[in-house]
């Protein structure tokens, strides 16, 4: 049998990346954000996944935004360390798209084609927790309360620690304190949460994530 092939998902902490860095992770031990992608590639390949903090990636010297200088620096990194493709999911954490999503493709889109490895990114309205508060049968089998799911999870747009925050509803959902221990309550809803559900509750994140995903890296790793 020959290696698994390795996607590089890069996201913003541990509730959709988990604890472990920079080392490659089975299917049977992936996080969240991971493990959306895997179940989203729907592959036979032998996979594995390895999780970075995209905060924590140099940004190429040039002129241009930010964040397209970063995705090139990720891009570029998965060519080196022979990777087969790399994931991108930031929140939008209420700041303009031409900051967030906009910018994530335009550092995708300079290098998209032949010589470069493929590329998938996604911005979660307003954070990711809004993910995992979208399928109430997902919530209560990581032993949350399905009756605190959310039908509009990108509505919620408050700040850190209040009301509206998506990351503290998801901490009452999952019956957590101030959102210690979602990492591992978010790995379980992922893997059984259904993706047209996500889809659907959260159109203006998830499902482009998706359909990049399924256009981007299936074919990369199938």
């Known amino acids: 049998m020959s290696d698994p ?17 920079d080392r490659p992770l089975r299917p049977d031990e992936l996080p969240a954000l991971p493990q959306l992608i895997h179940r989203l590639l729907e592959t036979n390949t032998a ?9 924590d990636v140099k940004h190429v010297h040039g002129r241009g935004k930010k964040f397209a200088k970063k995705v090139v620096a990720v891009i ?5 360390m022979g990777h087969a493709a790399a994931v ?8 303009a798209d031409k ?3 906009e910018a994530l493709r335009e550092g995708r889109d300079s290098l998209n084609g032949p010589g470069h490895r493929a590329c998938a990114v996604g911005v979660a309205v307003e954070t990711f927790d809004a993910w995992m508060i979208a399928d109430p049968a997902a919530i209560q089998q990581a ?3 399905s009756g605190k799911s959310v039908a509009q999870p990108e509505s919620l747009a408050g700040k850190p ?4 925050d998506p990351k503290m509803v998801a901490a009452e959902a999952f019956g957590l304190s101030k959102g210690v221990g ?8 992922a893997a059984v949460a259904d993706l047209e559900t996500l889809a659907k509750k959260c159109p203006k994140g998830f499902r482009p994530f998706a359909e990049e995903v399924r256009e981007r890296i299936r074919p990369a790793v199938g």
């Open 5 to 21: 092939k390795v996607v590089a998902v890069f996201g913003e902490g541990p509730g959709e990346l988990g604890h472990v860095r």
């Open 47 to 55: 996979v594995t996944y390895t999780c970075s903090l995209f905060k």
């Open 76 to 80: 570029r990194q998965a060519a080196r």
């Open 88 to 95: 991108i999911v930031i929140d939008r954490d209420r700041e």
């Open 99 to 101: 900051e967030r999503i």
């Open 143 to 145: 032993g949350g309360d």
């Open 161 to 164: 620690g209040s009301k509206d």
């Open 182 to 189: 979602l990492a591992d309550k978010y790995a379980k809803a």
